[in-house]
């Protein structure tokens, strides 16, 4: 298998998209963070001390969507013409609460947008465990991945759940 971001010297490099077509390219990604019941009850009812956690983490996760290119060293600039962030609540059980992201993204341009929606629900997450640590620091973020992205060379992907177990 060949690395893109690699030259024949093993050094890093940043991949020439100048001969490829601008089109429309879409991503989604989705993660999620586990907290406990009084945590996910202050999320819920908009109590924490920090305000409306969501509502911060949903600007954050459009913001960073938008800065990609300065989080991840080799990734392209890209003029995004859509981000958004939405948040579901989910009870599993007492002791299973869970605040999932989803980030989407488009733009029209020569490469993917799957970074830019990656960085988007991480960030969404990293400000909701911002925002809610000094009611519960055993948060955890998990599952954040790909679930699809549209457009390209490389054509479409889907995420199979049990994919690489």
Do not use: W
């Amino acid at each position: 298998m060949d690395f893109t971001h690699i030259d024949r010297n093993g050094n890093a490099v940043m991949v020439d998209v100048s001969e490829k077509a601008a089109t429309e390219r879409t991503a989604v990604a989705r993660g999620r963070i586990r907290m406990s019941r009084q945590c996910f009850e202050a999320v819920k009812n908009r109590t924490a001390k920090k305000g409306d956690v969501l509502g911060v983490a949903q600007i954050a996760g459009i913001m960073a969507s938008k800065h990609t290119a300065d989080l991840i060293p080799l990734c392209h600039r890209l003029n995004l013409t859509k981000s958004t962030v939405d948040f579901s609540l989910s009870e599993e059980s007492e002791e299973k609460c869970y605040v999932e992201a989803v980030c989407t993204v488009r733009c029209t341009d020569r490469t993917g947008v799957e970074m830019e929606a990656l960085t988007g629900v991480s960030a969404a997450l990293l400000t909701v465990y911002d925002m809610c640590k000094a009611i519960d620091r055993g948060m955890v973020i998990e599952q954040v991945h790909l679930v699809e992205k549209h457009g390209g060379k490389s054509g479409d992907f889907s995420f199979q759940e049990g994919g690489h177990d």
